[in-house]
């Protein structure tokens, strides 16, 4: 199943965990980079049809509805079998939904990351749990009933009752698709950067200690398995048929389109990412070079079990390698017949695992 991904990087403002390539840019540059965005969606060669479609970001339903429509409309494929949105709280009108929901957006992502006030301001986010109460009844209102939000664990001033009391927003809001992903420390986000600097900022002397972060993570587990959420990727859980069709590709090594900065396409033999920043991504352009900067040979071996193993499905192995053995006996992988798996245990050493058994 293949499809496309569109990088929207353009936010309202820069969140103190976000560490990737998005921020508050000048109008000018936007103005410019949708230029060549369309001009790069235009020029695509179209070798085969998308199944799915996915706007990511930064905001992109900040967006002007118009433009989004436009570049939707200059792809082959719709009605998609899925295409995805993210979207801040708060975004929303009933007729900016319409617009999206008439050009062929069938499911929405919403950066929630907290429906706690006090862990949303420490972060630099805007909206309340009323507000992503409102967004989703309006959504289900014009017949957007796909819907998911992120949550991050490891937020400045959080604890395992404030957590608790997103879950419960979860639960309420009857949502059938969560992804849990635990806070990242590095240096390409504010907070990150600070607290591998040993400082105060950002709340950084208020994030949960790993011990509490890891109760976090288990208690979404629990929490949204109980109430038919079930996890089916090591940061994602949802209801049975609400998986997202977009991001399974990634964890089925199938191919997929990058448009616009950062953007990353996979065609099956090799992997190719554009220039990293808007900036520079404009800039290419007008200079008239390529749009990539990048473009590397996958293994496709190494990363099937790279990707297939943060699945909860697992992937299948013919044989196990020694490193294999040694974390199945470790109790971090569980082999049922051909399929191999992650264990509880393994889920949270995951990187571990990756690391050591790619580099092996």
């Known amino acids: 199943m293949a499809g496309v991904y569109v990088s929207i990087p353009f936010c309202a403002q820069k969140c103190t965990y976000c560490n990737f390539a998005s921020g508050v840019f000048p109008a000018a540059l936007e103005a410019d980079y949708y230029r060549v965005l369309r001009g790069e969606i235009a020029a695509h060669p179209w070798e085969w049809i998308p199944e799915t479609v996915y706007f990511g970001g930064g905001s992109p339903s900040r967006t002007e509805a118009s433009i989004l429509a436009g570049l939707l409309e200059a792809m082959p494929g719709r009605p998609w079998r899925e295409a995805t949105l993210e979207a801040a709280p708060g975004d929303l009108t009933s007729d900016k939904v319409r617009v999206w929901r008439d050009a062929g957006v069938n499911r929405v992502s919403f950066g929630v990351q907290s429906f706690v006030k006090r862990e949303l301001a420490q972060t630099g986010r805007k909206h309340t749990a009323e507000t992503v109460a409102a967004d989703v009844t309006l959504l289900r209102e014009e017949g957007i009933a796909n819907i998911s939000v992120d949550l991050i664990a490891g937020l400045p001033h959080q604890t395992l009752a404030s957590f608790t009391e997103s879950l419960d927003w979860v639960e309420r809001l009857a949502l059938p698709h969560v992804s849990v992903y635990m806070l990242e420390v590095d240096e390409d986000s504010r907070l990150g950067a600070e607290l591998l600097a040993g400082g105060q900022r950002y709340g950084s002397a208020k994030v949960p200690g790993d011990d509490e972060i890891v109760a976090m993570y288990q208690l979404a587990v629990d929490r949204l398995g109980a109430t038919g959420v079930p996890r089916y990727e090591i940061s994602n859980f949802a209801r049975p048929g609400y998986e997202s069709l977009h991001n399974l590709k990634y964890w089925r090594l199938e191919p997929y389109v990058g448009f616009g900065a950062d953007a990353h396409g996979f065609d099956g033999l090799k ?87 790619v580099t092996a």
């Open 271 to 357: 992997r190719r990412q554009n220039a990293e920043t808007a900036a520079e991504y404009v800039s290419r352009a007008n200079m008239r070079l390529p749009l990539w900067t990048a473009e590397t040979q996958a293994d496709r071996e190494q990363e099937r079990l790279l990707v297939g193993l943060r699945l909860a499905a697992g992937v299948e192995v013919a044989e196990l390698t020694p490193a294999l053995s040694r974390y199945v006996d470790e109790g971090l992988l569980q082999r049922d017949g051909r399929v191999l798996r992650l264990t509880d245990r393994g889920v949270l050493l995951s990187n571990e695992v990756f690391e050591e058994f």
